[in-house]
T-cell receptor, first 115, second 116 residues
Framework: QQQVKQSPQSLIVQKGGISIINCAYE??????FPWYQQFPGKGPALLIA?????SEKKEGRFTISFNKSAKQFSLHIMDSQPGDSATYFC??????????????FGAGTQVVVTP | NAGVTQTPKFQVLKTGQSMTLQCAQD?????MSWYRQDPGMGLRLIHY???????DQGEVPNGYNVSRSTTEDFPLRLLSAAPSQTSVYFC???????????????FGSGTQLSVL
């Protein structure tokens, strides 16, 4: 049973458009929420991350929005470019000693940006 | 700087065979882990290690063994391969900073394993 539910499975967006990927979690003890980007044939790479003490974090064209009460967080890719075409994974973890290293990933979203 | 290196990139096994997936990192990271990636399942943690001589189980450890004799290497052993172990396997490492856990995982390029 996945502890982090991610949607949609895939999305197609035109160049210049906005891509939005949503994730939801149940475990209120989670306190670190990263997003990873994976290109075909490569391993995932950290894109951006947020902790629940802030509601939004922006890095360039990528923004995480966090809603603690709804237990949801989302990734927004503004002005999407063909080079953003990749699979995106949300993840979550808690920082208690017995959970150290146990990052829970969502199922992934394949994003295709058309020219 | 090579980062995290996984070998082999591709492997085909018959049911019941054993093999070892190799993982090496040259960043002197204390934390290393193995994930498997399956369609619709994301990445699931198999085993992890917070330093040489220390290993622990992740979410899906059955059928896999690990050991950590050096900081650099963290091999994953399949004891008796089964078709359910067909997957893409990723090794990851991270510096150990504090009890908050790994904040940035560095992944290898993966090993695609097929078990017939």
């Amino acid at each position: 049973q996945q502890q982090v539910k991610q949607s949609p499975q895939s999305l197609i967006v035109q160049k210049g458009g906005i891509s939005i990927i949503n994730c939801a979690y149940e475990n209120t003890a989670f306190d670190y929420f990263p997003w990873y980007q994976q290109f075909p044939g490569k391993g995932p790479a950290l894109l951006i991350a947020i902790r629940p003490d802030v509601s939004e974090k922006k890095e360039g064209r990528f923004t995480i929005s966090f809603n603690k009460s709804a237990k949801q967080f989302s990734l927004h890719i503004m002005d999407s470019q063909p080079g953003d075409s990749a699979t995106y994974f949300c993840a979550a973890k808690r920082t208690t000693t017995d959970s150290w290293g146990k990052l829970q990933f969502g199922a992934g979203t394949q994003v295709v940006v058309t020219p | 700087n090579a980062g995290v290196t996984q070998t082999p990139k591709f492997q085909v096994l018959k049911t019941g065979q054993s093999m070892t997936l190799q993982c090496a990192q040259d960043m002197n990271h204390e934390y290393m882990s193995w994930y498997r990636q399956d369609p619709g399942m994301g990445l699931r943690l198999i085993h992890y290690s917070v330093g040489a001589g220390i290993t622990d189980q992740g979410e899906v450890p059955n059928g896999y063994n690990v050991s950590r004799s050096t900081t650099e290497d963290f091999p994953l052993r399949l004891l008796s391969a089964a078709p359910s172990q067909t997957s893409v396997y990723f090794c990851a490492s991270s510096p150990f900073r504090d009890t908050r856990g790994p904040e940035k995982l560095f992944f290898g390029s993966g090993t695609q394993l097929s078990v017939l």
